[in-house]
């Protein structure tokens, strides 16, 4: 069986305004890169035998963060040494997400090397006052070197850019866009901005200092922003994410089908051997299970059947083909249309969803209110 798996890497030139990921500046952490990449080794080497044991094969790998690429060197070469190493690899995707401003041409060098194929660039937008605003460390010249850069030594570059940002218009995002696409990446990921609390921007919107753009602008962000990919040769396959033929992300559609994945290192997610596991956010606790031996897990949940459908539905319809009427019966013996008669009626009668003969998904007029059609699908 195929497998995905996520690697964190917590660390990170600063805390963006926006961030609540698990994450810090490398230069003030609790534990120095050095330390915490011997624990990640510890984890690898035991989440690899039990992959190899079980003759699971790794077909996808992600490094994320934090900012993975802010590793100097020596860092990176044993990351990459470790995973190789410790992982059944074959034939994977292998990404890694980097910033603006973290990149050279020996760590792109020595990411192919590796075997990385993939790199996700973290552009986020091209107003400078803009980037500033987020706390992003790179102005709008730098992204596109990065991008450049990246370009020599990846065939597959995906660029990240957010919208629905403070004081931003319809137009400005429109901009930033336009010139994404002239740069031609594989594959884009469009994020709506999220206020979460206890960042430095969640305080600024709330004292009065920031404000967001009304709903109007946010709605004509999506769809113009999604015309205007179409039209230059984009597939629109997930609600956040196009790509060029050949460059659908093939780690996340892992995700939106609800398969199994493994997650290592610090805060890290896993939906492994039907069983939803998350491991600890505390670097001491990380380091004292994995002394022991132990996988750094902190929560396990055992979801039910029922659940497993629940959530088969709500990630399966992030994809724009939505979720197939045979793969669900493969998965579960039973249609889905008789599962979820009563919630299909519902969404079908307002207009939000589409059922013909092979799927189930969502009305592409509707994607701005995907999460109240989600919502239908949870029994409480």
Same mark, same amino acid.
């Given at each position: 069986m195929g497998v995905a798996v996520y690697i964190h890497i917590p660390y990170c030139f600063d805390k963006c305004h926006y961030c609540d990921f698990v994450s810090f500046p490398a230069f003030r952490?609790?534990?120095?890169?050095?330390?915490?990449?011997?624990?990640?080794?510890?984890?690898?080497?035991? +989440? %690899?035998?039990e992959l190899y044991a079980g003759g699971h094969a790794v077909t996808t790998v992600y490094l994320g963060g934090g900012t993975p690429?802010?590793?100097?060197?020596?860092?990176?070469?044993?990351?990459?040494?470790?995973?190789? +190493?410790?992982?059944p690899l074959q034939n994977a995707e292998w990404t890694v997400e980097a910033n603006p %401003?973290? *990149?050279?041409?020996?760590k792109l060098s020595l990411l192919s090397?590796? &075997? *990385?194929? =993939?790199?996700?660039?973290g552009v986020q937008d091209l107003d400078d006052g803009m980037l500033a605003l987020l706390g992003r460390k790179h102005n709008a010249a730098e992204a596109k070197e990065a991008f450049i850069l990246c370009r020599r030594y990846f065939s597959s570059?995906?660029?990240? @850019?957010?919208?629905? @940002?403070? %004081?931003?218009?319809?137009? &400005?995002?429109?901009? !930033? @866009?336009?010139?994404?696409?002239?740069?031609?990446?594989?594959h884009l990921s469009l994020f709506g901005l999220k206020i979460e609390e206890g960042t430095r921007l969640a305080a600024l919107i709330k004292s009065g200092c920031l404000a967001l753009p009304d709903e109007e602008d946010g709605l004509g962000m999506l769809i113009k922003g999604k015309a205007m990919l179409e039209k230059n040769g984009y597939k629109h396959y997930e609600i956040a994410s196009y790509a060029l033929p050949g460059h659908f992300c093939r780690h996340n559609l892992t995700y939106w089908n609800n398969?199994?994945?493994?997650?290592?290192?610090?805060?890290?997610?896993?939906?492994?051997?039907? #069983?939803?596991? /998350?491991?600890?956010t505390d670097i001491l606790e990380y380091r004292r299970l994995l002394a022991q031996g132990l996988p750094p897990t902190v929560k396990s949940i055992t979801?039910?059947?029922?659940?497993?459908?629940?959530? !088969?539905?709500? @990630? %399966?319809? +992030?994809?724009?083909?939505? *979720?197939?009427?045979?793969?669900?019966? /493969?998965?579960?013996?039973?249609?889905?249309?008789? *599962?979820?008669?009563? /919630? #299909?009626? =519902?969404?079908?009668?307002?207009g939000l969803i589409i059922c013909d003969g092979e799927t189930l998904r969502l009305a592409e007029s509707k994607i701005a209110v995907a999460n109240h059609i989600f919502a239908e699908f949870i029994k409480l």
């Open positions: 952490a609790p534990l120095c890169a050095a330390d915490y990449l011997d624990l990640l080794a510890s984890e690898l080497a035991l +989440r %690899g035998k690429t802010v590793l100097g060197l020596p860092e990176l070469a044993k990351l990459l040494a470790d995973c190789r +190493r410790c992982l %401003g973290t *990149v050279d041409a020996k090397s590796h &075997g *990385v194929n =993939r790199v996700s660039l570059v995906s660029v990240d @850019l957010m919208y629905e @940002l403070p %004081g931003q218009r319809t137009d &400005g995002f429109l901009s !930033t @866009l336009t010139a994404v696409i002239a740069w031609r990446p594989e398969k199994p994945y493994l997650g290592l290192g610090l805060g890290a997610h896993s939906y492994w051997q039907n #069983i939803r596991q /998350e491991n600890t979801p039910s059947r029922r659940q497993e459908m629940e959530d !088969t539905m709500i @990630l %399966g319809l +992030r994809k724009l083909r939505g *979720v197939s009427f045979e793969s669900f019966y /493969e998965r579960f013996g039973q249609d889905l249309r008789d *599962v979820f008669r009563t /919630e #299909i009626d =519902r969404l079908l009668g307002q």
